[in-house]
């Protein structure tokens, strides 16, 4: 609608994903919100994506900013420089593998009115398609995953410090909200967990019961089938010490909460131990573990570690 203001801007984040943008950009021409922002943000692809974003967002008539960086610089930097530009009072992240629902953005964005400034986004679930953009008949939480959104806001802060379940491409959040938690954390990884922790600590969180986006697994790239043992386990380590570094921003408010977080920190170091990972980070939780739940088998382990003894050898006799 004419001279209508945009109250969402939807950053399209790419990288690599040549084979997939013109369902991800089509599906966002299809959008039947009467005004929203667009930006696009292209990571240093060295597939021939840039080149592509240019000529389907002018082939689209997409009014779009775009962003191409010349080095690839990660997705929370990638991230973080798109909300800089952002001006309007909602955000949504979305990966140019994927696609949007018709009616996403409008209807979240008259989800988060209605639900008030209380609650810093919503979510929901997400049907799963293949390399083809077929479904799979899959969804992202699968029909064995129980329902983990709780209505508190404490209630729900707990429930994500005990692992993340969040679909992010499914996520619309409030622009004021997520500065104010210092957006994303560009010394991680990956970006949403820390997001989400960050958000649920200080606001409260809506749950979308709409379908909003179609979540891509390729076959071919996201299992990693291609790579090595080794790597895999690199990467494996590397998003496990990532949850480490996460939760460590967390302690020191309660002990019950301390309890929790540094469980749930312990078996994620334990586990990235048995993967060859030597972190610091590791280490420091361990010891964090045992400050807030001393006991005989975990000295032993922690010294182990330590130690640099492999623990995998010793955890028969040790339960």
């Excluded at 779009?64 to 960086?69: G, P, S």
């Excluded at 949504?92 to 949007?100: E, G, K, M, R, Y």
Aim: net charge negative.
């Amino acid at each position: 609608m004419p001279g209508t203001k945009p109250r969402v801007t939807l950053v399209a984040a790419c990288y690599n994903h040549a084979r997939f943008l013109r369902d991800c950009l089509s599906s966002i021409a299809a959008q039947t919100v009467d005004a929203y922002d667009l930006i696009v943000v292209d990571d240093a692809s060295t597939d021939g994506s840039q080149d592509l974003i240019r000529a389907t967002i002018q082939e689209l008539r997409l009014d779009a900013r775009i962003i191409f960086h010349t080095s690839n610089r990660g997705i929370c930097a990638t991230f973080n420089a798109a909300l800089a530009e952002v001006r309007t009072p909602f955000v949504a992240f979305l990966s140019t593998d994927d696609v949007l629902m018709p009616t996403r953005l409008e209807h979240q964005v008259d989800l988060l009115d209605a639900l008030g400034p209380d609650v810093a986004f919503v979510y929901s679930d997400m049907p799963v398609i293949d390399g083809a953009g077929e479904r799979t008949g899959d969804h992202f939480y699968g029909p064995s995953m129980p329902n983990r959104y709780r209505t508190g806001r404490e209630e729900m802060y707990r429930e994500l410090l005990g692992g993340n379940f969040i679909a992010a491409p499914s996520a619309m959040m409030r622009t004021e909200a997520l500065r104010a938690v210092g957006g994303y954390d560009e010394r991680l990884v990956y970006e949403d967990y820390d997001v989400w922790c960050k958000l649920t600590r200080e606001y409260r969180v809506g749950f979308d019961d709409q379908e909003t986006v179609l979540y891509r697994r390729d076959g071919a790239e996201g299992d990693h089938a291609s790579l090595s043992d080794e790597l895999q386990s690199a990467r494996r380590a590397t998003y496990l010490l990532t949850n480490v570094r996460i939760l460590a921003k967390h302690l020191g408010q309660s002990h019950e909460l301390d309890q929790l977080i540094t469980g749930r920190a312990y078996s994620y170091a334990m586990e990235a131990y048995k993967l060859g990972a030597r972190d610091k980070e590791l280490y420091q939780a361990f010891f964090a573990r045992l400050r807030v739940s001393p006991s005989l088998r975990g000295v032993v382990l922690t010294l182990l570690a330590v130690l640099r003894v492999p623990i995998q050898k010793f955890l028969p006799s040790l339960r």
